[in-house]
């Protein structure tokens, strides 16, 4: 087991695109979902590095070899009536699991939160990530029980996007 002291992480930079694409892909794929992966180098520069950017990404390195990845974005609490962060995605090469660096990118991502004064730090999971489920509680973190994440995309969007006409 490496020292979490022998990583390093780095705010990813616009030349770090295809990395992170490739990143995003093996997470998809470990989670059995490579088929609802459409997001381009060109989606990632937009979000990512755009002018309306609002979405950050870190990645985590051992010496030179890139192995890591957090992909995080702002949120708001109205109930704690301050912002929070809420992880997108946490990924580890496979043969780098189990070393550190996942607890690293998350502490790293846990300190930006507290230093922006930020109420919490949220992420979902697959409920048959049992591995990740473990790392999590272990890290003292708590699933949130009683809530239902509700997703629109595709058809459903359009749709009930067309019914409102901001430009009125």
């Known amino acids: ?32 979902l490579s ?62 699991r189990g070393r550190g660096l996942g607890r690293a990118l998350l502490g790293y991502v846990a300190h930006i939160a507290v230093t922006r004064g930020c109420g919490r730090l949220e992420w979902s999971v697959l409920d048959r990530n049992e591995p990740a489920i473990r790392f999590y509680r272990a890290l003292g973190a708590s699933p949130v029980n009683e809530w239902t994440i509700y997703r629109l995309t595709g058809e459903a969007l359009e749709r009930l996007s067309g019914e409102f006409n901001l430009a009125k």
Not at 8 to 25: G, H, M, V, Y
Not at 48 to 67: C, D, K, N, R
């Open 35 to 96: 088929h609802e992966v459409v997001a381009t180098e060109d989606d990632l520069r937009e979000s990512l590095f755009g002018q309306q950017a609002s979405t950050e990404a870190v990645i985590g390195y051992s010496a030179t070899e890139p192995v890591g990845l957090a992909v995080f974005f702002q949120n708001y609490s109205t109930f704690l009536g301050r912002s929070g962060i809420y992880l997108e995605d946490l990924f580890v090469l496979p043969e780098w």
């Open 1 to 32: 087991m490496s020292n979490v002291s022998e990583f390093r992480i780095e705010p990813a930079t616009e030349s770090d695109i295809p990395l992170i694409l490739s990143f995003i892909k093996g997470l998809a794929q470990y989670e059995g």
